[in-house]
């Protein structure tokens, strides 16, 4: 996805001409400042902050080396929200993706007014965290939310849903996967539009199923799509805020606490702001080794036409 | 296709559809309800009546926080389209030293994770007297690798030969830039701007963070200020401020939806 | 007076081996040259050097008796068509072919009036609004010309422009622009690979092959006077039959009974006939007997195929011949039609000297 190849050549020096790498700094020159001060710095900062104790500004007061990493790895509340984060990353990641590969295939059908499905299917992009988590919200809510409807109907026992720390989790992660399959079927089936048709025209001739093609015709070429979602989804996963900010506030008893979550708390409200640099020092470490680990292990799988 | 194959399809369709578009429809109901309607847990509401909508603009100056978010949501937009392109441009047609070392670093900042950064940032923002600023709840966010390796896709698909024609021509850099690789690429820059302006609007954590001052919010975060402080008695009003929070989003998507789907997977795909 | 004159150029990338080895040649002005050879000859990095698009590695380029080595493209006074015409998508035919002159700073009024008077050469008049999509591959062709001529521009610079057209298309367009390059008195430089292209259409052709010139002449002398194998082969459809000949005395032997006056030479020679001047020895003897193996005819002419040493041999006959294949046949080539080439090196044995007076300089 990122191996470049120099399309240009080196072109004819000229007298009066102005230098060529000072000319490609100055058009780049707005975004590296930017990155610069909004995302190099910051994170070196975060690093450094995480070696100190800080006083509630956020400005470094007492070295204290590594004494946050092991307090927070040796700390159960940080063990719960890793956990936390962990499971809901195995809840939301794998399940969303499918539920959109689902979509993509069946609106990739030609049928008429499939425009009108594409439409409703994509409609979760336009979602705000915020709406979606207070629509979910009520939908759970136990006494009116129509999720308890439901259950009743089925014939099943009304659940606490949100309030119960054994469902919690579970319950924000169902709102996560629908918020973001809009996006994700977007671009699946904008990666199925591109394989091309002749392809599935020899398959027919050649009389195979229609499953043997999904698995031999339209996976292997869709694989760099599926990359490319798998990536964004887990970097998204890993960074769920709103919903939990809305849905539960880290609770019951942290069992939606995840790190992005703590982060935000011991900054913002507990003031310990040396404890949030380091959890986020190690989000980071965390979202860096597991894009690698994704990418190695992708390399034989993924096919590129 | 034979009849029973296209039945199962379209039945397989209408029911998924109604599955991933319910919530949405339910919120449009709730809002129509009135105070007990919404106790009762009922799903379809007696009449027509926007008096939960005329509430909840009373209730919080929705209007205001609408406009935020409209002016900071076009503020990002344009900047990471601006800077997008520059960046782009000069990985695909200035032929510099280090320019592929570069691209990487660039494409390696998609996976710092933006809570990382979000304390110094805050610091940042605060040092410079940005707090409840449209500045301090934009400029962060104009530098874009996501958009940078977007546009550099796009940008590779023109053809050398258009700008070598432009040279024999004695046109300019910049300006075959203008006036030939931008218009070229229309399609692709809409798609961005949609997408950075859909993902500007449902902003969260940056602006409860950056904001303290009631006029400076964002439609997100009032919307979160509103339901926590009525959401015991007045689910209504809550959902008739969702519905307008995400009209305006629902309404761009809609709109906007092929085009967002043919550039998108340009960039997603080698 | 030379347009252009390159002397001892050298292209090496990078790294990487050399494309263009010791290349010297000069185009008159107003000539048309035509610079043919396989794909991979270093034919296109030539012109772009031409063009400045590509660096010098070593060697002088003079344009209109100035160096323009160091020049910027825009700065050589050339145009340039390109094989995929590069036309704006975005901008109307007229826009595309007034393209860059505002940046010449000609005035408003004269840029149209250039622009109609391009589009009335080549028949573009009621194209002029319309997008290039809107447009068949032949006007596509037309407008890329319209830029050229538009740009007035003294010397013009073509990089295999007619190689995505169909063939119909194609031969119209080859006297389309010679005709345009004859009446606008431009010096025309013209790459390709097609060798039909490069003999209808040259006032003088140079063959490249990996990287080094093979033979500069007037179309018909490197027809008939091909300096090497490879010219012999590469030029002429079908090409040159060759075949290595075994030496008998003081005479070469191609085949059983068929042999020829040996140059005075001791090395292995190759010896190679046109398709054209293998006779059917109706009364004449016969040099020797071929087995038809295969025939083609085509209407106008036909083409009988037939082993020589276990090579393919093509004789090409005007008119409608029918042959059965297997059948025994007396062919007949005259003696001085047998061109000679070191087995060795390839290179032509005994070249006649070129007719007086007919060098290019002396024809212009």
């Keep these: 996805m990122i191996a470049v190849k120099d399309r240009l050549r080196a072109e004819p020096k000229s007298r009066w001409r102005f230098p060529v790498t000072l000319e490609g700094m100055l058009y780049l020159l707005p975004s590296i400042v930017l990155f610069a001060v909004f995302l190099f710095y910051p994170m070196f900062k975060t690093i450094y902050l995480s070696l100190f104790l800080t006083d509630a500004q956020g400005n470094a007061q007492?070295?204290?080396?590594?004494?946050?990493?092991?307090?927070?790895?040796?700390?159960?509340?940080?063990?719960?929200?890793?956990?936390?984060?962990?499971?809901?990353?195995?809840?939301?990641?794998?399940?969303?993706?499918?539920?959109?590969?689902?979509?993509?295939?069946?609106?990739?059908?030609?049928?008429?007014?499939?425009?009108?499905?594409?439409?409703?299917?994509?409609?979760?992009?336009?979602?705000?965290?915020?709406?979606?988590?207070?629509?979910?919200?009520?939908?759970?809510?136990?006494?009116?939310?129509?999720?308890?409807?439901?259950?009743?109907?089925?014939?099943?026992?009304?659940?606490?849903?949100?309030?119960?720390?054994?469902?919690?989790?579970?319950?924000?992660?169902?709102?996560?996967?629908?918020?973001?399959?809009?996006?994700?079927?977007?671009?699946?089936?904008?990666g199925l539009h591109n394989i091309d048709a002749s392809l599935y025209e020899s398959g027919k001739i050649a009389g195979v199923s229609d499953f043997y093609s999904l698995r031999k015709i339209t996976l292997p070429l869709l694989s760099p799509t599926l990359l490319f979602i798998v990536t964004v989804s887990l970097i998204n996963s890993f960074q769920t805020f709103g919903q939990i900010d809305i849905l539960t506030k880290g609770g019951p008893m942290e069992s939606t606490n995840v790190i992005v979550y703590s982060i935000f708390k011991d900054a913002f409200v507990n003031f310990n702001i040396g404890s949030a640099s380091a959890q986020a020092v190690l989000l980071f470490a965390f979202i860096l080794i597991v894009t690698i680990l994704q990418f190695k292990w992708s390399e034989k799988k993924v096919h590129y036409q | 296709m034979t009849r029973k194959k296209k039945f199962l399809l379209y039945a397989l369709l209408i029911v998924s559809s109604f599955v991933m578009f319910f919530p949405i429809l339910y919120a449009f109901s709730i809002s129509f309800m009135q105070g007990g309607e919404v106790l009762r847990g009922k799903i379809i509401p007696s009449g027509l009546s926007f008096t939960n909508y005329e509430a909840a603009m009373q209730k919080v100056p929705l209007l205001r926080y609408l406009f935020n978010s409209f002016v900071v949501s076009t503020l990002i937009m344009a900047g990471q389209v601006v800077f997008s392109c520059l960046a782009a441009f000069a990985f695909t047609f200035i032929p510099f030293k280090g320019r592929n070392l570069l691209f990487l670093i660039f494409i390696s900042t998609m996976m710092i994770p933006w809570e990382a950064t979000m304390v110094p940032n805050f610091q940042t923002i605060r040092a410079l007297g940005w707090t409840d600023t449209y500045a301090g709840l934009s400029v962060p966010f104009f530098a874009m690798a996501f958009g940078t390796f977007l546009l550099r896709q796009q940008f590779k698909t023109i053809p050398l030969e258009?700008?070598?024609?432009?040279?024999?021509?004695?046109?300019?850099?910049?300006?075959?830039?203008?006036?030939?690789?931008?218009?070229?690429?229309?399609?692709?820059?809409?798609?961005?701007?949609?997408?950075?302006?859909?993902?500007?609007?449902?902003?969260?954590?940056?602006?409860?963070?950056?904001?303290?001052?009631?006029?400076?919010?964002?439609?997100?975060?009032?919307?979160?200020?509103?339901?926590?402080?009525?959401?015991?008695?007045?689910?209504?009003?809550?959902?008739a401020g969702a519905v307008l929070v995400i009209l305006p989003t629902l309404i761009l998507l809609f709109a906007g939806q092929k085009r967002l789907q043919e550039g998108l997977t340009r960039g997603a795909i080698k | 007076m030379k347009a252009i004159d390159v002397s001892n150029l050298n292209k090496a990338y990078r790294g990487e081996d050399m494309v263009l080895e010791d290349v010297s040649f000069?185009?008159?002005?107003?000539?048309?040259?035509?610079?043919?050879?396989?794909?991979?000859?270093?034919?296109?990095?030539?012109l772009r050097i031409i063009a400045g698009l590509e660096e010098i590695s070593a060697g002088t380029l003079y344009m209109n008796g100035e160096e323009a080595g160091s020049k910027r493209p825009n700065e050589r006074q050339i145009s340039m068509v390109f094989q995929n015409y590069a036309l704006f998508p975005h901008l109307s035919v007229?826009?595309?072919?007034?393209?860059?002159?505002?940046?010449?700073?000609?005035?408003?009024?004269?840029?149209?009036?250039?622009?109609?008077?391009?589009?009335?050469l080549l028949g573009l008049d009621e194209l002029l609004d319309r997008k290039p999509r809107e447009l068949s591959g032949g006007q596509r062709q037309r407008v890329a010309l319209g830029r050229a001529i538009a740009s007035e521009a003294p010397i013009c610079l073509m990089d295999e422009p007619l190689s995505n057209l169909d063939a119909k298309l194609r031969t119209k367009m080859r006297a389309e622009v010679r005709q345009l390059q004859r009446r606008l008195g431009m010096t025309m430089v013209y790459v390709t690979h097609d060798q039909v292209e490069a003999m209808t259409m040259a006032d003088r052709i140079m063959v490249l092959n990996e990287g080094s010139i093979q033979q500069i002449g007037r179309p018909l002398d490197v027809y008939n006077y091909p300096q090497n194998l490879f010219v012999a082969t590469f030029i002429g459809s079908p090409p040159?039959?060759?075949?290595?000949?075994?030496?008998?005395?003081?005479?070469l032997?191609?085949?059983?009974?068929?042999?020829?006056?040996?140059?005075?030479?001791?090395?292995?020679?190759?010896?190679?006939?046109?398709?054209?001047?293998?006779?059917?020895?109706?009364?004449?003897?016969?040099?020797?007997?071929?087995?038809?193996?295969?025939?083609?005819?085509?209407?106008?002419?036909?083409l009988l195929m037939f082993r020589m040493n276990g090579e393919l041999w093509i004789a090409k006959w005007p008119g409608q011949w029918d042959f059965r294949e297997g059948q025994n046949i007396p062919l007949k080539v005259a003696d001085d039609h047998i061109h000679f080439f070191n087995a060795a090196t390839g290179e032509r044995i005994g070249s006649r000297p070129l007719p007086a007076g007919l060098t290019m300089e002396a024809a212009l």
């Design chain 3, 253 to 302: 032997q191609l085949t059983d009974g068929w042999t020829a006056a040996a140059p005075d030479l001791t090395e292995d020679v190759y010896a190679g006939v046109r398709p054209e001047h293998l006779t059917y020895a109706a009364d004449a003897p016969p040099s020797f007997f071929a087995t038809v193996e295969h025939l083609e005819i085509l209407g106008t002419e036909t």
């Design chain 1, 62 to 190: 007492i070295f204290v080396g590594l004494e946050h990493y092991s307090q927070l790895l040796s700390s159960p509340s940080f063990r719960a929200s890793l956990k936390a984060t962990v499971l809901f990353v195995l809840y939301t990641v794998p399940a969303g993706v499918i539920l959109a590969l689902g979509l993509a295939l069946l609106a990739n059908q030609k049928l008429k007014g499939i425009g009108f499905f594409r439409t409703l299917f994509s409609s979760t992009m336009g979602m705000s965290v915020a709406a979606s988590s207070v629509i979910w919200l009520f939908i759970y809510n136990p006494a009116i939310g129509i999720a308890n409807t439901i259950m009743t109907t089925l014939g099943l026992q009304e659940m606490q849903w949100l309030l119960n720390p054994d469902t919690a989790l579970i319950s924000v992660a169902i709102p996560t996967i629908w918020m973001n399959t809009g996006f994700s079927f977007l671009i699946l089936l904008g």
């Design chain 2, 162 to 239: 258009m700008y070598e024609a432009t040279q024999v021509a004695g046109v300019s850099r910049f300006q075959f830039l203008w006036k030939v690789v931008l218009p070229v690429s229309k399609t692709t820059l809409v798609t961005l701007a949609i997408y950075c302006f859909l993902n500007a609007w449902n902003m969260y954590l940056w602006p409860l963070l950056v904001t303290n001052d009631e006029r400076m919010r964002t439609v997100q975060i009032g919307l979160k200020q509103m339901q926590s402080q009525e959401v015991s008695t007045e689910w209504g009003v809550v959902m």
């Design chain 3, 26 to 46: 000069d185009v008159q002005q107003g000539e048309f040259f035509v610079i043919v050879g396989p794909s991979g000859c270093g034919k296109s990095t030539l």
């Design chain 3, 240 to 251: 040159m039959n060759i075949t290595k000949t075994t030496r008998k005395g003081r005479r």
């Design chain 3, 94 to 120: 007229r826009e595309n072919i007034l393209f860059g002159l505002h940046v010449k700073k000609i005035a408003k009024q004269q840029q149209q009036e250039r622009c109609l008077e391009a589009a009335h």
